[in-house]
């Protein structure tokens, strides 16, 4: 991508994938990757700084015989992506606005 992907917009696209269901960090990471090119290594600190700040918790599951941590989002955290959500949808119409000068199509 040609464009920097701010930390705000990884934690609005981590809190979106988690939003759906309560998952794991490695089904996250591929969530992720599906749109964008993010290592394991990102990721696992943005899941920390959201669970840091109540936007997500944890709990663990057995899967076939040993413990998996699942994430799963807060009611901060779905207040938190709805205003993220918000955002995005103004910045795209700004950004929108400046490449097609309000003529779309």
């Not at 996250?28 to 959201?50: F, G």
């Not at 901060?76 to 700004?94: E, F, I, K």
Request: proline share 3%; hydrophobic share 40%; aromatic share 12%.
């Amino acid at each position: 991508m040609a464009f920097p992907v701010s930390a705000a917009l990884l934690d609005a696209i981590v809190l979106a994938v988690v939003s759906r269901e309560g998952t794991y960090g490695y089904k996250i990471t591929q969530d992720v990757r599906a749109v964008m090119d993010i290592s394991e290594s990102t990721l696992y600190p943005v899941l920390r700084r959201l669970l840091k700040a109540g936007l997500l918790e944890t709990y663990d599951q057995a899967v076939d015989g040993r413990m998996r941590r699942y994430y799963k989002i807060t009611p901060l955290g779905r207040m938190q992506l709805t205003q993220y959500l918000a955002d995005w949808a103004n910045y795209r119409d700004s950004i929108e606005q400046v490449f097609f000068g309000g003529e779309r199509g």
